[in-house]
């Protein structure tokens, strides 16, 4: 347990509705990931931080952004929820031995 | 391109039997290289991982994985599978060990198991 939380754990949403999720760790980790995760495409990165403010995009960047205001949230923004971001959301940090450890995972539903 | 490909998309093994999951990547250099398994709705959770040294690692469950640089392979293994063992397996990469890479892994598509009693 790298002790990271997201909220919400479910979320249903209608298309064009701005959505925003959070993760929490605890341990005070640099570095930060959001993937999404869909059948047949394991999971896919979106975007990531390497410190306070400091973030880069990632594969799938594309209709996302984030945010890091503070070293232990990581939050991200859907501006205007498509269907094609109905998918699983999956927070993760890097541990001091290049390990990552994942978050229980948000499940995002868009209507 | 760059990538990780797991052929198996779903594997059907009886309880007791033994498992082999195929991962390659086909990056230049050696990357790090990651198995984690996730339980329907739950979590990713990491198997076992290989930075460098004994090409043969343990992990947790039981499971053990190779790194053959020739064949740019990570297969992982397990001798007797339980039927606790049926999840989704994932092989992840993170390609630039040791560069500027931030840590990122890139993931195979993932592998069903099914355990037959």
């Known amino acids: 347990d790298a002790g990271i939380t997201q909220s919400p754990r479910h979320k249903v949403t209608e298309t064009g509705t701005p959505v925003t999720l959070r993760c929490h760790q605890t341990?005070?980790?640099?570095?930060m990931y959001w993937y999404r995760q869909d059948p047949g495409h394991g999971l896919r990165l979106i975007h990531y931080?390497?410190?306070?403010?400091?973030?880069d995009k990632g594969e799938v960047s594309d209709g996302y952004s984030v945010s890091r205001s503070k070293t232990e949230d990581f939050l991200l923004t859907l501006e205007s929820a498509t269907s094609s971001q109905t998918s699983v959301y999956f927070c993760?940090?890097?541990?001091?031995?290049?390990?990552?450890?994942f978050g229980p995972g948000t499940r995002l539903t868009v209507l | 391109a760059q990538s990780v490909t797991q052929p198996d998309i779903h594997i059907t093994v009886s309880e007791g039997a033994s498992l082999e999951l195929r991962c390659n990547y086909s990056?230049?250099?050696?990357?790090?290289l990651f198995w984690y398994v996730q339980s329907p709705g739950q979590g990713l959770q990491l198997l076992l991982k290989?930075?460098?040294?004994?090409?043969l690692v343990q992990g947790i469950k039981g499971f053990e994985a190779e790194f053959k640089r020739s064949q740019s392979s990570f297969n992982l293994r397990k001798p007797s599978v339980h039927w606790s063992d049926a999840a989704e397996y994932f092989c992840?990469?993170?390609?630039?060990?040791?560069?500027?890479?931030?840590?990122?892994?890139?993931f195979g598509q993932g592998t069903i198991l099914t355990v037959h009693p």
């Open positions: 341990e005070n980790h640099r570095y």
């Open positions: 290989y930075f460098s040294g004994d090409t």
């Open positions: 992840a990469v993170v390609p630039n060990a040791g560069g500027t890479s931030y840590g990122k892994l890139t």
């Open positions: 990056y230049g250099a050696t990357p790090y």
């Open positions: 993760a940090i890097k541990g001091v031995t290049d390990t990552q450890y």
């Open positions: 931080s390497y410190g306070v403010k400091d973030t």
